[in-house]
């Protein structure tokens, strides 16, 4: 059983920056695509960022140049570093891992982040 716990969420001023972490039990982190997601109340699930099991990172344009998404195999978690946050940002922030090989799409219950002044 893979468990992903996310923290690092909080309240924030525009402009401001956040890193998001996520720490995940079980031994096929390494092997595994990770991904952020953020759903914002009244909105759909949208996904913000992921690193492959490669390192190879795609971003959504919204934050393309603002956060960076990475990746410490050795410790089991991924990274949100979010900077120039804006209040559309506003979100709780998801991490995912998905191995379907492995037949294994894991899910974190999230961590708030409140972008305001």
């Known amino acids: 059983q893979v468990q992903l716990v996310e923290s690092g969420g909080g309240l924030v001023q525009p402009g401001g920056s956040l890193r998001l972490s996520c720490a995940a039990s079980g031994s096929i982190f390494s092997i595994g695509t990770m991904a952020w997601y953020r759903q914002a109340p009244g909105k759909q699930r949208e996904l913000v960022a992921v690193v492959t099991a490669g390192a190879s990172t795609n971003y959504a344009d919204s934050v393309k140049g603002r956060f960076t998404i990475s990746r410490d195999n050795a410790k089991n978690t991924v990274y949100l570093q979010m900077n120039s946050l804006k209040p559309e940002d506003t979100a709780v922030y998801l991490c995912?891992?998905?191995?379907?090989?492995?037949?294994?799409?894991?899910w974190g219950k999230g961590t708030l982040v409140t972008v305001s002044s």
């Open positions: 995912r891992l998905l191995a379907l090989t492995y037949g294994m799409d894991y």
